[in-house]
């Protein structure tokens, strides 16, 4: 939707061609109208416009002044001139300083539409397709390390669906892997900072490592840094020869390449940047699908080093490997991220995914341990508890579920039934938000028409609307009409043709009063809508209908 400003010091001449603007739905233009250059300025300042048809010839500010203000606050706006005759020298100087058209005030209604209606057009073509996208690929282009990372967040926590997607995300984010190949990884944490360094000190530091290991890596490996938080880094690698096939003498010869070369980045760092840094390689390239479990490897085996000094480089060997496969501490690692990923799910609050989620954690107990079981169980409950209480969600659960029994394992005959009752808790929520969702629909449809019915008398606009609803005006008018089918224009319309019915045959007020008391600002304008209507002026309805 547009917003039109319609500037000129005759008040009739504003309220006419306000009028008649109006009548042309079609645009659905949100029309202003000022009485002077400094009423148009105050409207200006208030809010954006996209058109502004101006008088030229007004006093303390001729409308070629105030076009030059115009363009210092709103750039794209498009402006059109009306002049008298002694006026067509200034009309030609304001086509020089790029108006959109100018009108003379005695050519009538159909040159005054006609002129909107290009700026109209104007305006949609200056949208093009291509301008848009060059735009979108340069944000993009910005955006793409933030974006990689959280894709590799995704994948290094085990999201199902990041991994269904790589292929296509490895194109899209221009990661420079191959997806078809298996990564080899290596874990980097910075084992200490000093105390007079800053946040954004640190971060440069941290940009800083990774530039010298691409640096000293990059002849022989593609590589992609991963930043999981402010202390630990971790590097996914592939043989810069990577094709479709990769032999296992290959990976070999890389595997040997990377781990020496940790010698030489991390004098680097020490030398150039004074920063002790650690790294564990690991001994084997694995598929995507298990580099999450083979990362938490590698930072246990950083973590184990602690004891013998800071600087270390070590290299995950086969008894390390097979460890991890039979570790049931590493179990609970991935219980744990799993666990972590259903609470991610909650507070994106797609009800769908959370039951999905919940679904594949319950599969993955099955097997384990009690212990472990048993943790899981109370994580998983307390997890959904704390959003139904934070989302307010505890009434409506209490009255379908012992929520006291949830937290009481004992008390389920089998780990089945209590699993269906934590899965029924999962369904809840997601039933309860999506009726929450549909209320809070429902609340906005009544509240916009509630203010609508108590202000037909003023002017009513998209802008005030969206003001009291605390919604942007375009974001309320494409809610608005995908929620109730109509657009905003047409509610008010249909309010005010249904009071002024109402006033005609319940009262005795005159036509020119019930125009104000729903909201038009002249009954000229008043009995061409009501006309369009019902096919009679309103007399003539008042009289069909009293009888």
Sequence with gaps: MYRLLIVDDEPFIVSGLVGTVKEEEAWGLEVH??????????????????????????????????????????????????????????????????????????????????????AVAQLEQSIEAEKMMKQAKEQLRLA???????????????????????ERQCAELQLPLQPQQKVLLVAGRIDGWQEELSLS??????????????????????????????SRLAWLLQPACAGSFVSEETWTSSIRFVSQMLEQVQTTCRELLKLPVSFAVAGDAVLWSEAPNKLDRLYRLLNRSFGTG?????????????EMRNDEAWELISLRRRIAMLEERLNQGDGESVVQELDGLIEELTDMPDAF????????????????????????????????KLYRLEAYGSW???????????????EIKAQDKQQNEHELIRKVRVYIDEHLDSSLSVTSIGDYVAFSPSYLSRVYKQLSGKSLAETIMEA??????????????KVQDITSAVGFESAA???????????????????????
């Excluded at 208030?46 to 070629?64: A, H, Q, S």
């Excluded at 005010?496 to 007020?509: S, V």
């Design 310 to 322: 800071t600087e270390v480089i070590l290299r995950e060997s086969v008894s390390d490997r097979d």
């Design 525 to 547: 304008y008043f009995i061409r809508f009501f006309r369009k209507y019902t096919n009679m002026t309103p007399m003539e309805y008042r009289e069909a209908h009293r009888t």
């Design 416 to 430: 089945i039934a209590a699993m269906r009752d934590v899965r029924l808790l999962a369904e809840l929520i997601r």
């Design 373 to 404: 079981r048993v943790t899981a169980y109370y994580s998983i409950v307390t997890a959904l508890t704390v959003y139904a209480m934070r989302e307010q969600y505890i009434d409506g659960l209490a009255g379908q579920l012992d929520l006291n």
């Design 33 to 118: 109208g000022a009485e002077s250059a400094k009423e148009a300025l105050e409207k200006l300042e208030r809010y954006k416009f996209d058109i502004v048809m101006t008088d030229i010839n007004m006093p303390e500010m001729d409308g070629l002044q105030l076009h030059q203000e115009i363009v210092k606050r709103w750039p794209h706006c498009k402006v059109i001139f009306l002049t008298g005759y002694n006026d067509f020298g200034y009309a030609i100087e304001a086509l020089r300083h790029q108006a959109v058209d100018y009108v003379l005030k005695t050519d009538g209604d159909e040159a005054f539409l006609s002129a909107i209606g290009k």
């Design 201 to 230: 000190d640190r971060v440069l530091l941290v940009y800083a490592v990774q530039n010298i290991f691409s640096e000293w890596l990059s002849a022989r490996m593609k590589l992609i840094a991963y930043l999981p938080d402010g």
């Design 496 to 509: 005010r043709l249904l009071k002024a019915r109402q006033l005609l045959l319940e009262t005795d007020m």
């Design 144 to 166: 793409l390390p933030a974006l990689q990372q959280q894709y590799l967040a995704q994948l290094m926590r085990g999201e199902v669906r990041a991994l269904r997607l790589l």
